[in-house]
């Protein structure tokens, strides 16, 4: 996934996309430094160092993190190898912030719940643990039916399975190259905002703010994602 992980999510690489993303987290850290759970390549860090921030970053992945080492200004992000529910880093941060989904990656409760303790861990007082994830896209589902596609084209289809008695879901891409198919599958468990607010409740947060989007625009009822900011107690 490494490898072409820049090009599949190409539109969240849009400068503007990027731009109001980095505004907010900038704003948060106000002068002070700021660390991203799941790294990656560094399509926030990178930016958002560019900004003047001092930031440092926590990924599993090393073919990700070689990635952004690749990348000009690689080589000054700080970067932990290790899982973003319990890998410790030294020294305290204004913000800690997960994007584009990840949360869900944490395939359990359990894991989830370990998240936000280890980002209050990691903020001084009065910090903020911001979090950019989807609301789970049950509505779309009639009855009797589990999946919900979100992209198809003659070549490629693209479909999330959802497993309601879980919370369990995945992401699954089936393509069409010269006459071959390929299909990968990529596990998830899907959260509601009402649960990470318990879950920030018990890592000693609350919540300060809850937008539909980076550009603080109101979150409602048919808001497809939220952005949202604990701040530590």
Same mark, same amino acid.
């Given at each position: 996934?490494?490898?072409?992980?820049?090009?599949?999510?190409a539109?969240?690489?849009?400068?503007? !996309? *990027?731009?109001?993303? &980095?505004d907010? #987290?900038?704003?948060?850290?106000? %002068?002070? @430094? $700021?660390l991203?759970?799941? =790294?990656?390549?560094?399509?926030?860090?990178?930016p958002?160092?560019?900004?003047g921030?001092?930031?440092?970053?926590?990924?599993?992945?090393?073919?990700m993190?070689?990635?952004l080492r690749?990348?000009p200004g690689?080589?000054?992000?700080?970067?932990?190898?290790g899982?973003i529910?319990?890998?410790?880093?030294?020294g305290?941060f204004?913000v800690?912030?997960?994007v584009?989904?990840t949360?869900?990656?944490?395939?359990?409760?359990d894991?989830q719940?370990?998240?936000?303790?280890?980002?209050?861990?990691?903020?001084?007082?009065?910090g903020?643990? !911001? *979090?950019?994830?989807? &609301?789970?896209? #049950?509505?779309?589902l009639?009855? %009797?039916? @589990? $999946?919900v596609?979100f992209? =198809?084209?003659?070549?490629?289809?693209?479909f999330d399975?959802?497993?309601?008695?879980?919370?369990a879901?995945?992401?699954?891409?089936?393509?069409?190259v010269d006459?071959?198919g390929?299909?990968?599958?990529?596990p998830?468990?899907?959260?509601?905002?009402a649960?990470?607010?318990?879950?920030?409740?018990?890592a000693g947060?609350?919540?300060?703010?809850?937008?539909?989007?980076w550009?603080?625009?109101?979150?409602?009822?048919?808001?497809?994602?939220?952005v949202s900011?604990?701040?530590?107690?």
């Open positions: 996934m490494a490898a072409g992980y820049d090009d599949a999510t539109e969240m690489f849009r400068a503007d !996309v *990027v731009g109001a993303t &980095v907010v #987290l900038a704003g948060l850290a106000g %002068g002070g @430094r $700021a991203e759970f799941a =790294v990656g390549t560094g399509r926030v860090a990178l958002l160092a560019g900004r921030v001092e930031v440092h970053g926590i990924d599993m992945s090393r073919a993190v070689a990635r690749a990348k690689g080589d000054a992000i700080g970067v932990t190898i899982d529910a319990s890998t410790r880093v030294d305290v204004s800690v912030y997960l584009f989904n949360i869900m990656n944490l395939t359990t409760q894991a719940v370990e998240c936000f303790g280890n980002a209050a861990a990691h903020l001084s007082p009065g903020v643990f !911001v *979090v950019e994830v989807m &609301v789970p896209e #049950l509505r779309q009639p009855p %009797g039916q @589990r $999946a596609p992209r =198809v084209t003659p070549t490629r289809w693209a399975l959802y497993e309601v008695s879980t919370q879901m995945s992401s699954n891409y089936v393509e069409v006459g071959r390929s299909y990968r599958s990529i998830f468990r899907y959260v509601w905002p649960e990470l607010d318990l879950m920030a409740r018990i947060l609350r919540l300060r703010e809850r937008w539909a989007d550009d603080r625009s109101p979150f409602g009822d048919e808001s497809g994602k939220h900011v604990w701040e530590k107690v």
